[in-house]
């Protein structure tokens, strides 16, 4: 179905044909007229099938529609997301999509100072999009008006319960009026997202677009079975031999991201890490390079890709297989978005072939593996005493580097106090005289010549 077809107004179908968007996504064509409609939904769609623009394109309509004549710009619209990446990423759509329409929209989270978010707040907002904790933070401060709010948003409500956004959700909702239209979407539907969605949404209308926990078609996906100590090897070879263009690499951890970039560099590759230990600004700088093609090789945790949304990025990998399953699920949606193709490589070592077999399991099919490669994996996966060994050594040299890292701190330490006491006593002894006695006047050389002259 094309987007004229879907009752816009014409502000925003000039919008849409700037972006040169014509026809509209599954999810597009069945949410689009129930928002319109003022119903609550239910939404299921994995990342990549155009969901922002099913909530915000209505949102925007709706709004624009009912605000037409009044002077007094209030708060009409929450979005909340898990992370800042992608508060900023449906803001930026926001921006693109209300061009034409003057709306005042908004994008806050923590991280940063909150002066020039107050600012704007005060100026009067129509749409606000928001991260849990800065939200409420701002609204303690009463700088959050909800009095007047006709829509709100929970967008990927999973990773909120993952990220243990849980009882900030459950503080928000009692903070909102009772009567408001409210839209939940949730890249999976476990148990846990449906007993949420019931204290959320009113007789919903449920849309699945997709099966739960499905991958995108367009996304083709393979898999590199190696050994542990050939992963980065693997990895280089791969980006050699299948990679012509950007490309996203996921890590497990912050310090891995850090150690695969520091590996890259050293093989001259221009790559960037984004992660929870950088700053708000630094995360910023390296998505805008990345999204500029200043940086062929973003490496991200699982947290800070949610809002990672590049234009035809063409290739995912998997540097570390998740250990949940659905995690897989939200990281290939990276590529093959909109209808655009795309290709995820998973690179496995033994430790994670259970972690494959589980991923297969929830996304209903196999993962073709790639057996023509240098680096085949030939160690088997650990027997559960050996686990228990390996982890109990592990710990070990963890508390070795510990008990090293104290006793250095200490012997700086010490010799610090030392130096110290040494300058102490060294200046005393510059200073043997010591204090003029009380009452008594210090020699004057210059004065005494003169009285003597005299």
């Known amino acids: 179905m094309k987007f004229k077809d879907l009752k816009l107004t014409e502000p925003i179908l000039r919008a849409l044909s700037d972006k040169n968007y014509k026809k509209a996504t599954p999810i597009q064509e069945k949410a689009i007229p129930v928002v319109l409609d003022g119903s609550d939904i239910l939404g299921s769609a994995q990342t990549g099938t155009g969901k922002t623009a099913a ?31 992608l508060a900023i990423q449906i803001d930026e759509n926001i921006r693109e999509y209300s061009k034409y329409l003057g709306l005042k929209h908004l994008v806050i989270f923590g991280g940063v100072k909150q002066g020039k978010q107050v600012k704007k707040l005060q100026s009067g907002v129509h749409i606000l999009t ?3 904790g800065r939200l409420l933070d701002l609204h303690n401060q009463g700088f959050v008006d909800l009095n007047d709010l006709k829509i709100f948003v929970l967008d990927e409500a999973d990773r909120m319960l993952d990220m243990g956004f849980i009882h900030d959700i459950k503080r928000l909702i009692k903070l909102l009026p009772r009567k408001r239209q409210s839209l939940f979407f949730s890249a999976t539907l476990p148990k846990n997202i449906i007993k949420l969605s019931q204290e959320i949404l009113e007789n919903p209308v449920k849309i699945e677009v997709a099966q739960t926990s499905s991958t995108a078609d367009t996304v083709a996906q393979e898999v590199y079975y190696t050994n542990a100590n050939s992963k980065r090897e ?26 695969i970039v520091r590996f890259l560099k050293s093989n001259n590759f221009n790559a960037a890490a984004i992660h929870g230990n950088k700053s708000q600004n630094q995360r910023q700088a390296a998505l805008k390079d990345f999204k500029k093609s200043q940086i062929q090789i973003m490496v991200a945790t699982d947290i800070a890709s949610r809002g990672i949304d590049i234009d035809k990025l063409q290739y ?18 990276r590529t093959g978005r909109a209808g655009e193709s795309g290709l995820a490589i998973s690179i496995c070592e033994s430790e994670e072939n259970v972690f494959i077999r ?53 012997e700086k330490e010490e010799r610090r106090s030392s130096n110290k006491s040494e300058s102490k006593s060294s200046s005393r002894r510059k200073d043997k005289s010591g204090p003029t006695p009380k009452g008594k006047k210090p020699w004057n050389f210059k004065k005494s010549r003169r009285r003597k002259s005299k």
């Open 234 to 259: 693997m990895l280089l070879h791969i980006i050699e031999q299948r990679i012509d263009d950007q490309v996203l690499v996921f890590s497990r951890t912050k310090h891995g991201a850090d150690k």
């Open 130 to 132: 928001a991260t849990p």
């Open 358 to 410: 589980n991923v297969e399991k929830l996304i209903g099919r196999r993962i073709p593996a790639v057996e023509d490669h240098p680096y085949p994996q030939t160690q088997q996966p650990m027997t559960e005493r050996q686990k228990k060994e390996f982890n109990k050594e592990k710990e070990r040299k963890k508390r070795e580097r510990i008990a090293q890292h104290r006793a250095r701190k200490k």
């Open 55 to 85: 909530f915000a394109i209505p949102i925007i309509q709706r709004i624009s529609q009912a605000d037409r004549d009044s002077k007094k710009i209030k708060l009409r619209a929450l979005i909340m997301t898990p992370t800042r990446e």
């Open 316 to 333: 995912v990998i998997n540097y570390n297989i998740p250990n949940i399953a659905e995690d897989y699920v939200h990281r290939i949606g």
